[in-house]
């Protein structure tokens, strides 16, 4: 930024206050170069104490609690494909009998039976392949906490990089508006503006510390909210992220939403529900074949030697015919659930892409108004500082402008700043509904973009 001082006819008549203006010109280009260097430098330092996203989304998966606890319901659920699966224990008894006598050591003979049910009708089988759907949905409803957690995750992050940000660019503020207090009572001091200025430039800057503070609160939640879903104590120091590339992507609807119906966990979850119901329905159905029990029964005399002298064999079938309404109801709960889950599955479906549709337009709209403030407003907003930083170093224009002008300016940079963590935010969220991660390599149209 160039400063230009005017040498205007007020100066040459009165000789006497040039060299306070000369003064005064030199202060309040010294105060706004420095200004803009200092926001040349409102980047997050790579220093060793930096907060990178990988890191973060490691401790998540590493350590969150639900998570764990998703996992742990989902092993638990495959150890129940081989136990039904597995066929029923095999029975072995002793028949004990006492002829002619009433005491218990003693008895004629005894016989010995074993027997074992052999599963024709295929039960076992299709419990098993009711268990193994039903341990996919919790695979499943473990994948959908993982994208959860992450998006929740990266939102924090990036809001906590906005904080950082928000926050230097309050500090940046504050020491321009005590230079411009300083500035105010030279001039106020010199007779060229009245004290109302200095009050003025006074003001402005509690406001700043006002604003100091909703900002320091940000922060400590967005700080808490990511120690909590790493399982850290809330209180405990985290580093500060990193600048975060602004990248656009110009996924089509319809594509996204063909991602969300294929990969959306909840989705995926519905589908091997409704899988679970068919093979119990099925199993329902065959609830109606009787499984055989084979039967090997041996006698064993006393007093005749101790072997076994005489063995039999025998089939047994449970009747299943006489409760017909039983198994009738068993066959209508099962077909029940199973139009329940298809009903769930059509709800999901439509949902999701209403969900969908939803979250594109509002990462579209932050991006248009990151790329609005970011071409437009930021600059216009800058042009007018300067303009009004040279009329009140030539005494031709207010205080009143020039703060006016530097709180617009201020409010554009926190607002674009703001706009961008929305989008970047959104992006995690839609991440989350489509159950993939969005990134360049998917789509060729996708391009980075360049800070101020």
């Given at each position: 930024?160039?400063?230009?001082?005017?040498?205007?006819?007020?100066?040459?008549?009165?000789?006497?206050?040039?060299?306070?203006?000369?003064?005064?010109?030199?202060?309040?280009?010294?105060?706004?170069?420095?200004?803009?260097?200092?926001?040349?430098?409102?980047?997050?330092?790579?220093?060793?104490?930096?907060?990178?996203?990988?890191?973060?989304?490691?401790?998540?998966?590493?350590?969150?609690?639900?998570?764990?606890?998703?996992?742990?319901?989902?092993?638990?659920?495959?150890?129940?494909?081989?136990?039904?699966?597995?066929?029923?224990?095999?029975?072995?008894?002793?028949?004990?009998?006492?002829?002619?006598?009433?005491?218990?050591?003693?008895?004629?003979?005894?016989?010995?039976?074993?027997?074992?049910?052999?599963?024709?009708?295929?039960?076992?089988?299709?419990?098993?392949?009711?268990?193994?759907?039903?341990?996919?949905?919790?695979?499943?409803?473990?994948?959908?906490?993982?994208?959860?957690?992450?998006?929740?995750?990266?939102?924090?992050?990036?809001?906590?990089?906005?904080?950082?940000?928000?926050?230097?660019?309050?500090?940046?503020?504050?020491?321009?508006?005590?230079?411009?207090?300083?500035?105010?009572?030279?001039?106020?001091?010199?007779?060229?503006?009245?004290?109302?200025?200095?009050?003025?430039?006074?003001?402005?800057?509690?406001?700043?510390?006002?604003?100091?503070?909703?900002?320091?609160?940000?922060?400590?939640?967005?700080?808490?909210?990511?120690?909590?879903?790493?399982?850290?104590?809330?209180?405990?120091?985290?580093?500060?992220?990193?600048?975060?590339?602004?990248?656009?992507?110009?996924?089509?609807?319809?594509?996204?939403?063909?991602?969300?119906?294929?990969?959306?966990?909840?989705?995926?979850?519905?589908?091997?529900?409704?899988?679970?119901?068919?093979?119990?329905?099925?199993?329902?159905?065959?609830?109606?074949?009787?499984?055989?029990?084979?039967?090997?029964?041996?006698?064993?005399?006393?007093?005749?030697?101790?072997?076994?002298?005489?063995?039999?064999?025998?089939?047994?079938?449970?009747?299943?015919?006489?409760?017909?309404?039983?198994?009738?109801?068993?066959?209508?709960?099962?077909?029940?659930?199973?139009?329940?889950?298809?009903?769930?599955?059509?709800?999901?479906?439509?949902?999701?892409?209403?969900?969908?549709?939803?979250?594109?337009?509002?990462?579209?709209?932050?991006?248009?108004?990151?790329?609005?403030?970011?071409?437009?407003?930021?600059?216009?907003?800058?042009?007018?500082?300067?303009?009004?930083?040279?009329?009140?170093?030539?005494?031709?224009?207010?205080?009143?402008?020039?703060?006016?002008?530097?709180?617009?300016?201020?409010d554009t940079e926190s607002a674009l700043q703001d706009h961008r963590a929305d989008y970047l935010s959104a992006i995690a969220d839609l991440e989350a509904m489509v159950g993939e991660p969005i990134s360049s390599s998917q789509n060729p149209e996708s391009r980075p973009r360049k800070e101020p």
């Open positions: 930024m160039k400063l230009v001082l005017l040498a205007t006819p007020q100066h040459r008549t009165q000789p006497a206050l040039f060299p306070i203006a000369c003064f005064l010109a030199a202060f309040l280009a010294a105060t706004f170069a420095g200004l803009h260097a200092a926001e040349a430098q409102a980047q997050p330092a790579q220093g060793t104490n930096e907060l990178s996203i990988q890191w973060v989304v490691l401790e998540v998966l590493s350590n969150n609690p639900s998570l764990k606890a998703a996992r742990a319901n989902w092993e638990a659920l495959k150890s129940r494909i081989p136990q039904a699966r597995a066929w029923e224990d095999p029975r072995l008894g002793v028949d004990v009998e006492r002829s002619g006598t009433t005491r218990f050591a003693t008895f004629t003979d005894a016989e010995w039976m074993v027997g074992q049910e052999v599963p024709v009708s295929g039960k076992n089988r299709w419990r098993g392949r009711a268990a193994a759907a039903e341990a996919e949905a919790a695979q499943a409803d473990l994948h959908r906490r993982e994208l959860e957690l992450l998006a929740r995750a990266r939102g924090a992050y990036y809001r906590l990089a906005n904080a950082h940000l928000q926050l230097e660019f309050n500090r940046t503020n504050e020491a321009l508006l005590h230079r411009y207090v300083d500035a105010s009572r030279l001039k106020y001091e010199s007779g060229a503006r009245s004290q109302a200025d200095v009050f003025m430039a006074q003001a402005e800057a509690a406001r700043i510390l006002e604003a100091r503070r909703d900002i320091e609160r940000r922060l400590i939640e967005e700080q808490s909210l990511l120690n909590v879903l790493m399982n850290r104590s809330p209180q405990a120091p985290l580093g500060r992220p990193p600048e975060v590339a602004m990248r656009h992507f110009d996924f089509p609807l319809e594509r996204l939403q063909a991602m969300a119906l294929e990969h959306r966990p909840e989705i995926v979850s519905a589908r091997k529900k409704i899988e679970a119901a068919k093979a119990r329905r099925t199993l329902a159905k065959r609830a109606w074949i009787p499984d055989p029990e084979l039967r090997v029964e041996a006698r064993q005399f006393n007093g005749a030697g101790g072997g076994i002298q005489e063995y039999d064999t025998g089939v047994f079938l449970s009747v299943p015919w006489i409760n017909r309404g039983k198994y009738k109801a068993a066959i209508a709960e099962a077909e029940k659930m199973q139009e329940t889950g298809e009903r769930q599955l059509e709800a999901l479906q439509a949902e999701t892409l209403g969900m969908v549709r939803t979250q594109i337009e509002k990462a579209e709209v932050s991006h248009h108004h990151y790329t609005l403030f970011h071409d437009r407003l930021l600059p216009l907003a800058r042009q007018a500082v300067q303009a009004s930083e040279i009329a009140y170093t030539n005494d031709r224009g207010t205080l009143l402008e020039l703060i006016s002008a530097q709180r617009v300016a201020r």
